[in-house]
């Protein structure tokens, strides 16, 4: 369902996703986008593609944030550059087991 890039979806997933929770008649506002930056999808954006009201705009971003916590943790590593880690990542590697 996730694109390649942590808090990015494609259009045609967003609609099968607000399908899947019970919101699908906003879907069409979401079907002509390429692609989708979750960390960009706010109030705002969502008023702006008509969906008017407070109750189903919570609901939309209240489930994304489920599947896409606040924010990726960001290196900058000399040899590997920037890099986006997803925080369940980060959680992983600072476990005692994963430094061995």
Same mark, same amino acid.
């Given at each position: 369902?996730?694109?390649?890039?942590?808090?990015?979806?494609?259009?045609? =997933?967003?609609?099968?996703?607000?399908?899947? /929770?019970?919101?699908?008649?906003?879907?069409?506002?979401?079907?002509?986008?390429?692609?989708? /930056? +979750?960390?960009?999808?706010?109030?705002?954006? +969502?008023?702006?593609?008509?969906?008017?009201?407070?109750?189903?705009?919570? /609901?939309?971003?209240?489930?994304? +944030? /489920?599947?896409?916590?606040?924010? &990726?943790?960001?290196?900058? =590593?000399?040899?590997?550059?920037?890099?986006? +880690?997803? &925080?369940?990542?980060?959680?992983?590697?600072?476990?005692?087991?994963?430094?061995?």
């Amino acid at each position: 369902m996730a694109s390649e890039n942590y808090g990015e979806m494609s259009g045609e =997933d967003m609609c099968e996703y607000l399908r899947e /929770k019970g919101l699908g008649r906003w879907a069409d506002a979401f079907k002509e986008k390429s692609v989708i /930056k +979750l960390r960009e999808l706010n109030d705002g954006v +969502l008023v702006g593609k008509g969906i008017y009201q407070p109750e189903d705009r919570q /609901k939309i971003l209240d489930s994304i +944030l /489920k599947i896409w916590p606040a924010a &990726p943790k960001v290196f900058n =590593d000399p040899i590997h550059g920037h890099m986006e +880690l997803h &925080p369940l990542l980060v959680n992983i590697i600072d476990t005692p087991q994963f430094s061995y």
